[in-house]
């Protein structure tokens, strides 16, 4: 693709964001665990500061005590799992279960899943005919300036869904016909070069009065479209929004690097999350959970002791955090470890404690709570 750049006053000033950005990609590297023993081991490491919570994430849940770990062997069907590398006998729950005098009592679980972080807002178009990718939107309007890492991180985890807006000189409608390279802009701050993206029609719209180049026309591409174009070529990052400051964002490379190494390539169970809920919405999610990665949150009990952390609901009932991508374990703000797990490994640890009622699907939102009868196709996975 061809580059045509923006002119850089709409840059913004790279020693602002520069200590934010690296934060928050270190966090979204500290927040992944390849093995349990790691997890074990750095279960507090990539704790954020006091305060640096993302607006509209969930309250930090308390981590559920996990059985003493018993020794037994390993499931085989686990050690075949190519993309997972966790121990499920270490676990004491994901497949694997100990004695009843060896238990420590269970940690209640805290009230997870706020009631406005559900769903995704439903005004999608800020300019008639084009719909914005409203998560993006909206993670971006909480930003302030002085981003703090965590509210980064919630920007990249809503990017896990949807389209971006682009920029091109000229038609691109035309250009796309006629088979020539799309023009497509770029900014550079200081000497560094960043793709450009946008996240609805407003910012689209912010961007031409900034510049005032109305020689230029506007596509939609899927998000991992645009993420794979940026790391293809000579970037430093993406700017989102880069004419709507404050509600603006700078990802550095490292971070869509880390990203895109643990992302689902059809962003299943984000997409069905960000969507319009219908009747038929959890079984959708069940299902997918039988086949694409997840996650579980793994912290340090009181006892020093790993556990798997839970939410509870308005009525008290428990529920095992699951994830679809590590960034969503680490925009909770918890330095909890983010281990992966499969769909039979989910089932043998909600049939390893009868008590827990279902699950809980990316608790800091858009979520979904599914109940065990709801999660027939996990059970039949395992």
Known sequence: MALFSRRPKDAPDPKGTDAAADAAASAADDGTSESLSETTRDASAGATEPGATAPDTTEPDAVADPAEPTGAEPDPATEAAASVSISVSSY???????????????????????????????????????????????????????????????????????????????????????????????????????????????????????????????MGQPVLSVLRHVLAGPYEGLIIDQSSAPARAVLPRPLLEKIMERVDEELTVKTLLAAERTPETGAAVAEALTRVPLWVAVGKVADGRPGLAEGRAEDGSRYLEVYSHPVEVAVMGRGDQAAPLTGPQLARALDGDPEISGVIVDPAGPWIRLLREELAPVFASA
Do not use: C, M
């Open 92 to 218: 004491g729950g994901l497949g694997s279960s100990a004695p009843a005098a060896s238990a420590a009592p269970k940690l209640q679980p805290r009230r997870t899943g706020r009631a406005a972080t559900k769903e995704a807002p439903t005004n999608a178009e800020t300019v008639a005919g084009l719909r914005d990718n409203v998560l993006v939107r909206e993670a971006l309007a909480r930003l302030g300036d002085g981003t703090a890492p965590q509210a980064l991180l919630d920007v990249a985890r809503q990017l896990l869904q949807g389209h971006l807006f682009l920029r091109v000189k000229g038609d691109a409608r035309s250009l796309l016909a006629e088979g020539r390279e799309l023009p497509l802009a770029v900014i550079k701050v200081e000497d560094r070069q960043f793709a450009l993206a946008y996240s609805s029609g407003s910012a689209l719209q912010a961007s031409v009065r900034a510049d005032g180049d109305v020689d230029t026309s506007a």
